[in-house]
């Protein structure tokens, strides 16, 4: 594996691979790797010739100075784990070889943006959308894998590449959850080990409120998730939301959509998790 810090170098080698007519698979992470992420960069072995990984803790998509100060960073570690996977290329830029501009792109992603994530995190996603499309640029994947735990992200991104007219490939692939159901995420590193424990209430009730389905509607149903989390001091819920797998959309009635999804963002102390699941 090359580790290369320049946008301008990593171009320039993915450009020659190109012409030697050779597949690229993508995997963009902010690093703190997982089995989430390697489970997408061993299927982007597996489907192209070259597999590309970046690292880059992007400031411009967190709205919490917190959480950016606090994002987990272990390159060495990382890199230990990328070896594991055969990774050909690690990207691994800086903020000035990201951002050597103050960034002026404003993206639109009409109402996919106005909900859940973008909702609660305001510039969240145009943040994403500018450096999925600047490390695009750079790294010319014709396949780029993006995992379902930040489903509302893969809509956005899916979106970017419909009005940006980008010739690749999006592969979606489904959470992968440790073995007491808590989706895997960098942010679980900085839960205690009995936090941790205790998180796998998320992915429990996630899985409650799927067998609740068939004899409740989607507002009593709401309402039960709030109730349940209201009632356990660990937590505190900022939302919990049926929607659309398509269009985002709450969903307020059975029956009028294809699939539908409950989404759900919660504190634990100072940490923020996300999940999600299919409902039907
Ligand atoms: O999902 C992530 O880790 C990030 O949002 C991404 C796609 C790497 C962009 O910074």
Known sequence: MVTIQSPQETLMRINRLKKEGKSIGFVPT???????????????????????????????????????????????????????????????????????????????????????????????????????????????????????????????IRRLVEMEHLPLEIVPCPIVREENGLAMSSRNERLTPEQREKAAFIYQTLQLAKKRKDDLCPSPLKQMVVNIFDANPDFKLEYFEIADEKTLQPVTAWGKQENVRAFIAVWMGDVRLIDNIRLN
Not at 50 to 56: G, K, M, Q, T
Not at 115 to 136: D, I, Q, S
């Open 30 to 156: 902010m690093g703190a790797l997982h089995e989430g992420h390697l489970s997408l960069m061993r299927k982007a072995k597996e489907e192209n010739d070259v597999l590309v990984v970046s690292i880059f803790v992007n400031p411009i998509q967190f709205n919490n100075k917190n959480d950016l100060e606090k994002y987990p960073r272990n390159l060495e570690e990382d890199k230990k784990k990328l070896e594991s996977v055969q990774c050909d290329i690690l990207f691994a830029p800086t903020v000035e070889g990201m951002y050597p501009e103050p960034v002026t792109e404003k993206y639109d992603f009409g109402e996919l943006e106005q909900v859940m994530e973008g909702a609660f995190r305001p510039g969240h996603f145009n943040g994403v959308a500018v450096v999925v499309k600047r490390l695009f640029d750079i790294t010319l994947p014709d396949r780029a894998y993006f995992g379902e735990k930040d489903f509302q992200q893969l809509a956005i």
